[in-house]
């Protein structure tokens, strides 16, 4: 296992070419797990869509083993970049991870299929709290991954103070980097300014939009999910991003004696995104009975946790957190494993499909006069 350094200090409260090279880290434990495969797989072969930095090194390869398969493991920067890619039809990927504020625009738009929770039996291995969600009910489409939130990283050496609020983030003198995510962010604004996070209000969009358009001065770039390696680079000094994306930078610079940053995340004391990425087979697939087989894999307690503890997001599965498979650092973060307290303060997305064109408009246009 990485070493780990973790601040437990709240501030408060065809296929595409590009494709993910995970090397093994020095001192990763490989993971062992009791999940057997059912034999009527050798030899077929799975491609999957996902976030990048989003497994462990060997779960992939453990499930080629395992199951006597050919896993294609493509990656992709933001929920609107899969929706987009979905939207021109399948080019033919059997298993897609998008961010639970998607599931009921795929569902709608007929981009994902049922699934036969009769073949996923570790489905019962899940949190109670996370399953039967209010944008899939019942689980019908979807399964939980990862979930975590949305908050700041940043280098407190630049910066020179904890951040605990998003003035900072807004009234900062140094290089900003925003995450390509519209909904988040538009519904930080939004809650900054007094309105509910999921407003459907036109007006209050439209003053949404402006209120970030007027702080975006020192935004140098709008990334879909790159913002921890500027980050990283030096390149910016504070950036909105996922939690699990900064503790990974975080724990590569502890581990790197020529490192001379402080990296820090935070969740800010107005409030922030929380989000839950689910597993979901997309229109189309050419091999669902062997994506189901990833999906009950996926969810066999070790693997998951493997998963959470070296992506340093947190694990839906609540098997996992019993057997004490869960490195207890990680458990006792109030960043990645947020106390009721501090889930109040949050929010998640809750689409309106009658909305989300407003809402897509008014990011084009934020991007646009931001210039990031």
Sequence with gaps: MRKLILVLMLTLVALPVLAQDVTPEPGFVPTTFDWTCPPEF???SLNIYNWSTYVAPDTISNFEAACGVTVTYDIYGSGDELLSRLRQGNPGYDLVVPPDQSIQIMIAEGLIDPLDLSKIPNFANLKAGLTNPAYDPGNVYSIP????????????????????????VWDYAG??????????VLGVALL???????????????????????????????????????????????VIEFMGDIYQVQDACAADPACTQDIQYALPEEGANIWVDNMVVPYGALNPALAHAFIDYILDPSVGASISNFTFYATPNQASVDAGLILPELLESPTIYPTDEIISKLFYIAPNLDQEEIYSFAWDEIKIAVGG
Excluded: C, F, H
Excluded at 151 to 160: E, L, M, S
Excluded at 192 to 198: A, E, R, T, V, W
């Design 192 to 238: 900054m300014l007094g309105y509910d996070p999921n407003s459907t209000d036109e007006a209050q969009i439209e003053e949404a939009k402006q209120y970030l358009i007027e702080k975006g001065g020192n935004v140098v770039s709008i990334a879909a999910d790159d913002g921890q390696e500027q980050l990283a680079r030096g390149e910016v000094d504070i």
């Design 145 to 168: 991954y990862q979930w975590g939130t949305i908050g700041i990283g940043y280098d407190r050496n630049k910066v020179g103070a904890d951040i605990t609020s998003w003035n900072q």
């Design 42 to 44: 050798a030899g077929q």
């Design 175 to 184: 290089p900003v980097a925003w995450l390509e995510d519209k909904r988040p």
